[in-house]
């Protein structure tokens, strides 16, 4: 398999996600909040984030 990385992210109200790149050793933790409402119909949902980056030896990265 060749599998750049993965992404888990969850929560109601506070969110927390968490993303690894495999290629570059680089991580990303994200802390927000969000919101979800579910109409028969249809499902709207908006969230607001703020992102760390960190290079692969755990120090702050700029990298875009």
Same mark, same amino acid.
């Given at each position: 398999?060749?599998?750049? +990385?993965?992404?888990?992210? %969850?929560?109601? +109200? /506070?969110?927390?996600?968490?993303?690894?790149?495999?290629?570059? %050793?680089?991580?990303?933790? /994200? $802390?927000?909040? +969000? /919101?979800?409402?579910?109409? &028969?119909?249809?499902?709207? %949902? /908006?969230? +607001?984030?703020?992102?760390?980056?960190?290079? %692969?030896? $755990?120090? &702050?990265?700029?990298?875009?």
């Amino acid at each position: 398999m060749d599998c750049k +990385g993965w992404e888990l992210e %969850g929560g109601e +109200g /506070a969110v927390l996600g968490i993303q690894k790149d495999y290629k570059t %050793g680089e991580f990303t933790v /994200a $802390f927000g909040v +969000g /919101a979800n409402l579910e109409l &028969p119909e249809i499902g709207v %949902g /908006a969230k +607001g984030q703020a992102f760390f980056k960190f290079d %692969g030896n $755990f120090s &702050p990265s700029t990298a875009a």
